[in-house]
């Protein structure tokens, strides 16, 4: 992962902070109030600088590695000698495949596991909102950390609530994934586009044990749910939540804040099961502790955000399948769940390969 950075760095990264939790004072702040900063570096790229990396990293590829865009991939099939690709354009053969599909390819990932009868096993989905506050409520933790990984465990059900993607200064987004509306959240290196509020998003792992598991179509239908109710991302006051009554135009309106993102002002204990919501409100009152301000009436709930994993796939301390030579990485295999986590699984496939 420390590769992967010095990458980043070399392609428009350069210039960017890197934030660490390590022996932060909050640390012991929030264990006083159980709740439970976890140790993570943060290198702080932003939507706008990634866009630049990336972009950088394939001028350098072009001429070095043959691209194919917009030709999605139909099958793999094992031959002799190695595997064929079937896309649009034709057919291609190679000794060794690396399938990375990230997280919006799970259907595809779970079809070509089925057929080529690959091990797999149900993974989690995590459900939850994506708050959005006054960027000064939580000024004090992300001026030093940027983003805070807390963890909190329910005195209710004993369920886990974390925070997760937290954006100062950002703007929330919607997010389509294959025609379902949910939300997310950007933030910009760039001052002109920052904004006067920090998003966050608020998630409870949900696992499923037999007979269920399809816990990608449980979050799936959580969502579709949301978007027949609102017509896509609903948002609700946190005082409305508390009160039992959905937000309209005008109270959103009146608030002291202005969201980021045109949402449907509504009811999200009409979407989310009231197990996860309980959870929620009862980490916003324990965060609340550490950065007061959290739990106002006017901090803003957007629903629903959900985070899909693929099955986990078999594979070994290579990254490789069942299949000598079909390696599966990136979050599509299930096993790394971040930008810099998916990368570092590239990294070690290709050393690999090289290896051997």
């Known amino acids: 992962m420390r590769y992967v950075d010095e990458i980043n760095m070399a392609f428009g ?5 890197l934030y660490s939790t390590a022996g932060s004072k909050f640390k012991r702040e929030c264990l006083m109030n159980d709740l439970h900063l976890l140790d993570a570096s943060v290198r702080h790229l932003g939507t706008d600088i990634n866009y630049v990396v990336l ?3 394939y001028a350098y590829l072009k001429d070095k590695v043959s691209f194919y865009f917009d030709s999605p991939v139909e099958t793999v099939a094992r031959i002799d000698g190695g595997y064929r690709i079937s896309t649009r354009l034709g057919s291609f053969t190679c000794e060794k495949c690396v399938i990375s599909v990230g997280r919006s390819g799970s259907k595809w990932m779970e079809q070509v596991c089925k057929d ?3 091990p797999t096993k149900s993974n989690r989905v995590d459900l939850g909102v994506r708050v959005e506050l006054p960027a000064d409520v939580f000024s004090h933790i992300t001026d030093e950390l940027y983003e805070s990984k807390i963890v909190y465990r329910t005195k ?3 369920d886990r609530v974390r925070t997760f993607c937290m954006n100062p200064k950002g703007a929330v987004v919607n997010e389509n994934t294959d025609g379902i509306i949910t939300v997310n959240g950007h933030s910009y290196e760039d001052p002109a586009k920052q904004t006067q ?3 966050f998003a608020l998630l409870v792992a949900k696992h499923f044990s037999e007979p269920f598991k399809d816990s990608n ?3 799936e239908s959580i969502a579709r749910l949301s978007n027949m109710l609102g017509g896509g991302v609903i948002v609700q006051r946190f005082g409305d939540l508390i009160r039992g009554r959905r937000s309209n135009p005008v109270r ?3 608030a002291f804040i202005t969201p980021t993102l045109k949402a449907t002002p509504g009811d999200l204990s009409l979407v989310l099961p009231k197990r996860i919501l309980d959870g929620i409100i009862e980490m916003i009152y324990a965060l609340d502790k550490i950065a007061p301000g959290t739990a106002n009436d006017d901090t803003l709930l957007y629903g629903v955000e959900v985070k899909f994993y693929n099955m986990e796939v078999a594979v070994n301390e290579r990254l490789e399948s069942c299949y000598d ?3 599966i990485i990136g979050d599509g295999s299930g096993i790394t769940h971040s930008l810099s986590h998916a990368s570092a699984s590239g990294v070690h496939v290709a050393r690999d390969i090289c290896s051997r």
Do not use: P
Request: proline share 0%; charged share 25%; no cysteine.
């Open 13 to 17: 990264g350069d210039g960017t902070k």
């Open 55 to 57: 972009e950088n990293l």
């Open 116 to 118: 080529l009868k690959i």
């Open 156 to 158: 209710q059900y004993g």
């Open 197 to 199: 509020n920090t998003n």
């Open 217 to 219: 179509g449980y979050g």
């Open 252 to 254: 959103i309106e009146e």
């Open 325 to 327: 030579g079909l390696y």
